[in-house]
């Protein structure tokens, strides 16, 4: 036998080379070292000097190299050759793929720019996407973020000009006690691990409040099974709480919030307008003097509890109607114990303990500060509660007032911005006043008029044609969703389908799932996209598809331009778009072709120069009408979006600018050189009260965050809520349809308000008396991660869990299967118990199920036979409701995707799988994976 | 059979914090990616991409669901890989001196070049830490990443196992138990690290820290008002104060 003992102190050669770049597994944004030998990825590892992740690396980012190597991966653009659906293709040239792509679209440019609907999915590039898009003209424009959480998004900006997601954290170094709501695995992934070990690690306290105990809610000190879609309910209990006990930072309150402003009280079209002085600017009264003044002159100090009488009309600060509001005994913990399914008493405790941990245990930074308004602080004052929520708050009808509701939690508790509590990241402190309001003005042959999406401040911001139709195909900032500041992805197919507001000719999707995981009512979807008018016909007519890997909705296009992986690829996490900026810090990225790749593949943003190019857009082409970029890398490097502001921050001009600068060529280089990022921090002074703090305001004008300073205070009341309330009441010009008006009036309240979720008002809670929700895995992300040869081997069959009580009651046993029935549809489902969940609660995994022959899996995967989607019974509309209307199962303020409100009931199945509906397979179009891998034998 | 050292210079080992592991893998992947390509034969995998996908992992993480006598039931994320334990009957039970246990640090490793696949010292383990690799036919088990521990070519802040350098949460310690004042030997002396399975009398070497106790604070606040009038008289004395 041969000694192949290991050496004492053995020390290898560990690769020929480190490249650093950012990873790609999910949108956390990782920094990571890609280890080469031999030209192949021999090991992938968290960098230690980046920003987001610190060194450390979660297990989709250590299975890089699986993905990278996928067999899943597409090799060549694809024509589709049998019908849609098949999976039929035909691999063609890149010059016969963009002859093709541009064949069709050009046409539409010149006439009806509206009839191209370009919406993209796992987009870090929608500021150039979106830039494209509008040099083509097309109001159908946006990314993904209304079936993803732009509650969440929208509620914060509007709320506090910054929301959750990655766009802010808590200030893990300082918080004592975090709480999160609907937190599972999501963006800002890494940090949020490295955040709740550190406050663990400090004897800090966590409470989890997610009907799903697994994940970060598993390790909270307190876990807070609430019932899905009553968060808010919950949350303003809290207030109700604080309120009472005066628990409440008046100080903050004060300075920082609109809790002074002047609200008209009376009726008429003013009533809940705040009373403005004649320069625009809302009024308080001062405390000092007792008369009106505008809130931001110096020495202000606003009153919160006088009213004021003025031409026969009450105007009351903004504090007193909240007071009035939320300590109504209807927000009493006993009054709403029953629909959260969270004792009164627990409540009471919660609310104790936030209170005890900000005001009793207060932190004060010996850091002087001067504010906007000339004020020199000695101290900043912190309240050590932090807060974190995502799309299990989100994902509701009633998740915009929800998440506004959490973030007046967080302002009156004084914990936004302050040592402690939660903190905005770069480009962010920003108020919607600041952001653009949305434009559809289209005209052939042009560009659009503006940019599509923004934040609308009123009735007059919608997007409505003469005759107050939606101008655009998702009906986004229309009366039926004003603020989709997202647009609403989740209504492309079915209204381009049902020709509602109006037919399109082409779809062009980019790496969105929408045939699978990533479309409500899946089944049916996949029919509109397959359906023909009576000429034989599609219906859609075109379909351009752009994704790297084989998946579902690859066999539902016409045209398929194959993206790189990760690790092929130049990218920007820039500033203009999500960067990875830091509480402390602006920063950005760029991802690079580490590896070259072996297939006939484009990145997908360089594919969309070319095509822009040939199009002849304007930005793309100069006066001669040659190209002004050869690829993404040279516009990464080359664009501005104001002068001298472009996509990458770092090192402009001569390689000393920071922010602001000439482009420079060696830019992309001096990136590769420190590691794929550049960091810029904010000076201590300016690290917190950002809003409000003089020293942040004029650093971030020097790094071109923005070009004067912007101070602002936070919105307890809402105004623009307001003045959607007074048009649905009859007042103003632009007047919403009749059978909307009763739904605004109810919904769109300038304070937070909870209302049960539409689904569970509209079917009848016997025949649907249970919830289903998803939870995302933490070693997935969404489709792309479950083909990955070593993260399936973790998971590849997501089983239904089902409480204890159900499962007794029903007499389900180990390996049983279950039908589960919505008002929409029924899937049949593997079951499996668990007792660490709400009572009235079923769960899943997301995007696990697959659909055969997609992923370069094989049709007998477990994905395929097991596996399952819960998007089958989940409608893009509510079931009828006899008024004759059909209403969407979305948000009626921003129009995210309400999935988290699906009602079902559950039956045993007789029999086992395999799981239905059972879609016929799809044929492959790059085969099927080895059935052996020995990764590593190359470097032995 | 084969022989264990009396006693060992140095004890690595692991302290594997239960109160903090969110049970997200980044471990275990971490580790099959490292080790795959590092000490001995790759960690294999079969039918990867068909219906019953299988590999050599040297680390898995195992979830439980707990119910208290008192309270809701919990979720347990547990990681576990090779305890390298001082009375290792894996090493015992070897036929072929494959299994060993390094006397400089204690480390319990396989000698890929004498190791037959019987297979003994999988069944002799009781905790199921070792695994056989189907294409190599060969034990394959945790070596507490050998070859970073010691490698020169590495920054000496990364010489660690792949899954302490990666674990997200900081759930994950590595470190020499024989050093009492050593951060490992801390940790455990703070909060009570646990051996698994101490009956067994394997004597592992790492520990597991257990989670703490979980529940509400409770309390209840005192309130000022009980009516908007009263709370807005309260802050008007309490605006006049600031």
């Known amino acids: 036998m041969s000694d192949q003992r290991a050496a004492a102190r053995p020390s290898p050669k560990v690769s020929d080379e480190i490249r650093q770049t950012t990873c790609y597994m999910c949108a956390c944004r990782c920094g990571i070292n890609v280890h080469l030998d031999g030209g192949k990825v021999r090991y992938i590892e968290g960098n230690r000097d980046h920003p987001v992740n610190r060194g450390v690396l979660c297990a989709k980012g250590s299975a890089g190299i699986m993905q990278h190597y996928s067999p899943a991966r597409l090799r060549a653009p694809l024509k589709r050759v ?67 959480s732009v509650n969440m998004a929208a509620a914060g900006i509007y709320t506090m000009g910054g929301a959750f997601w990655e766009f802010g954290q808590p200030d893990w170094e300082r918080t004592k006690l975090c709480m999160i709501f609907g937190v ?22 966590v409470i989890g409040v997610n009907p799903v105990r697994t994940g970060y809610n598993a390790i909270a000190d307190d876990w807070v099974g609430i019932t899905p879609g009553t968060d808010g309910l919950f949350i303003l209990s809290l207030i109700h709480e604080l309120l009472c006990a005066g628990k409440v930072d008046l ?30 600017k809302p009024l308080v009264i001062d405390r000092a003097t007792g008369k009106p003044a505008p809130y931001d002159a110096p020495g202000v100090k606003p009153a919160l509890t006088q009213t004021l009488r003025q031409a026969g ?77 995502m799309r299990g708050i989100s994902a509701h009808s009633n998740g915009f007032q929800t998440a506004r509701a959490l973030h007046v939690l967080q302002i009156v508790l004084g914990s936004v911005e302050t040592p402690g509590g939660f903190r905005f990241k770069p480009p962010y402190p920003k108020p919607p006043e600041a952001h653009p309001r949305p434009h559809a003005g289209a005209t052939p042959g042009q560009p659009l008029d503006g940019p599509h999406l923004g934040y609308p401040l009123g009735p007059e911001h919608l997007l409505l044609d003469p005759q107050g139709q939606p101008k655009r195909i998702d009906k986004a900032f229309s009366w039926e969703n004003p603020l989709s500041a997202h647009g609403l992805m989740h209504m492309v197919i079915a209204n381009a389908h049902a020709g509602d507001p109006y037919r399109i000719d082409t779809l062009f999707l980019y790496m969105a799932n929408m045939a699978w995981n990533s479309s409500m009512n899946t089944a049916q979807v996949i029919d509109m996209l397959t359906d023909t008018d009576e000429s034989g016909e599609y219906v859609i007519p075109r379909i351009i598809y752009s994704d790297a890997y084989s998946s579902e909705m690859v066999a539902y296009a016409d045209l398929i331009l194959p993206d790189t992986t990760y690790l092929e690829r130049h990218d920007c996490i820039s500033l203009l778009d999500r960067p990875i900026c830091e509480a402390d810090a602006a920063a950005d990225a760029i991802r690079w072709p580490v590896v070259e790749p072996d297939r006939d593949v484009k990145g997908f943003q360089s594919a969309l120069i070319e095509l822009g190019v040939r199009l002849g857009l304007p930005g793309f082409v100069d006066a001669k009408g040659d190209a002004v970029y050869e690829d993404y890398a040279d516009y990464i490097v080359n664009h501005q979006r104001r002068p001298g502001v472009g996509p990458l921050a770092g090192w402009r001009g001569d390689g000393t600018g920071a922010g602001r600068g000439a482009p420079n060529p060696e830019q992309l280089q001096r990136y590769i050189d420190n590691g794929g990022f550049w960091i810029s921090h904010i000076p201590e002074e300016a690290q917190f009260f950002k809003p409000w703090n003089a020293a942040y305001q004029g650093w971030a004008v020097e790094r071109g965050i923005f070009d004067a300073p912007q101070p602002y205070v936070f919105n307890l009341w809402l105004e623009p809520l307001a003045r959607f309330q007074r048009a649905a009441e009859g007042h103003g010009d632009r007047q919403p349809p009749d059978h909307l008006r009763d739904r605004i009036k109810r919904c769109f309240t300038p304070l937070p308000s909870w209302y049960p979720p539409f689904e569970g008002e509209t079917v009848d809670l016997a025949d649907f008396p249970l919830h289903a929700i998803t939870q995302r895995p933490m070693h997935m992300y969404h489709s792309w991660g479950s083909q990955n040869a070593w993260l399936r081997q973790i998971t590849n069959v997501n089983k ?100 988290f409100d699906l009602r079902v009931r559950i039956e045993r199945a007789t029999t086992r799988g395999p799981s239905e509906p059972r879609l016929p397979a799809q ?7 080895p059935d052996r891998l020995t990764y590593g034998d190359d470097f032995t | 059979m084969t022989g264990l050292p009396d006693r060992t210079e140095a004890k690595l080992g692991l302290v594997i914090d239960l109160d903090t592991c969110v049970g997200c893998h980044a471990c275990v992947v971490n580790c099959k990616e490292w080790n795959t390509s590092g000490h001995g034969a790759p960690l294999s995998d079969q039918d990867p991409y068909g219906a019953d996908p299988s590999g050599t992992f040297l680390n898995r993480v195992h979830s439980f669901e707990v119910q208290p006598e008192s309270g809701c039931a919990q979720v347990t994320h547990f990681p576990k890989s090779c305890l390298h334990c001082e009375d290792a009957p894996c090493v015992t039970v070897c036929p072929t001196g494959a299994s060993y246990k390094r006397t400089e640090d204690g480390i319990v490793l396989v000698d890929e070049g004498d190791c037959m696949g019987c297979g003994l010292c999988a069944w002799a383990c009781p905790y199921g830490a070792r695994e056989l690799d189907l294409a190599a036919g060969v034990m394959k088990k945790c070596t507490l990443c050998i070859d970073r521990i010691y490698n020169d070519n590495i920054p000496e802040v990364d010489r660690v196992p792949a899954c302490v350098r990666t674990c997200p949460a900081g759930a994950r310690h590595f470190g020499d138990f024989a050093d009492p004042e050593s951060n490992v030997s801390r940790l455990v002396a703070a909060r009570g690290g646990m051996d698994l399975m101490p009956e067994q009398g394997t004597r592992p070497v790492n520990k597991y820290l257990p989670p703490r106790l979980k529940g509400s604070v409770e309390a209840q606040l005192e309130p000022v008002a009980e009516e908007p009038k009263g709370l807005l008289a309260w802050i008007d004395r309490a605006l006049g104060a600031l």
């Not at chain 1, 849609?84 to 006439?111: C, H, K, N, V």
């Not at chain 1, 903050?252 to 009373?275: I, M, Q």
Request: glycine share 12%; aromatic share 12%.
């Open chain 1, 923 to 929: 044929k492959s179009p790059v085969g099927q994976g």
């Open chain 1, 251 to 280: 100080d903050y309150l004060c300075r920082y919030t609109n809790a002074g402003f002047l609200v008209h009280d009376g009726d008429g079209a003013g009533r809940g307008l705040f009373l403005r002085g004649d320069d625009g």
């Open chain 1, 184 to 205: 599972a695995e999501d963006h800002d992934s890494n940090p949020i691990k490295i955040g709740l070990g550190q406050l663990k690690a400090r004897g800090g306290r």
């Open chain 1, 313 to 389: 009309v009450s105007y009351r600060p903004v504090f007193q109607l909240l007071a009035e509001t939320y300590m109504d005994a209807q927000y009493a913990p006993e009054a709403v114990a029953g629909r959260c399914g969270i004792p009164a008493a627990r409540i009471r405790s919660i609310a104790a303990e936030l209170a005890r941990v900000a005001f009793d245990e207060e932190i004060v930074l010996n850091r002087p500060w001067t504010d906007w308004k000339g004020e020199r602080h000695q101290t900043m004052i912190g309240r050590p509660v932090s807060f974190h929520a």
């Open chain 1, 800 to 899: 239904l869990f089902v409480p204890g009580d159900i499962w007794e009651a029903q007499g389900f046993a180990e390996g049983d299967w279950a039908y589960l029935t919505s008002h929409h549809g029924r899937i049949k489902v593997p079951v499996a118990r668990m007792d660490a969940v709400n009572g009235q609660t079923l769960w899943t995994w997301n995007a696990i199920g697959k659909k055969r022959g997609a992923w370069a899996l094989s049709e007998n995967a477990p994905e395929a036979t097991d596996g399952f989607l819960l998007n089958h019974l989940i409608a893009e509309l509510l079931p009828p409701k006899g008024d004759g209307l059909r209403w969407a199962n979305s948000d009626p303020i921003t129009g995210q995707a309400a999935w």
């Open chain 1, 82 to 148: 049998g019908p849609r659906g098949s999976g039929q293709f035909e691999e063609i040239g890149w010059d016969e793929a963009l002859s093709i792509a541009a064949g069709w679209l050009a046409p539409l440019r010149e006439t009806a720019p509206e009839k191209l609907a370009f919406f993209t999915g796992r987009d870090q590039s929608q500021s150039f996407t979106g830039w494209w898009a509008q040099a083509f003209g097309t109001p159908n424009y946006a990314a993904h973020g209304g079936f993803c």
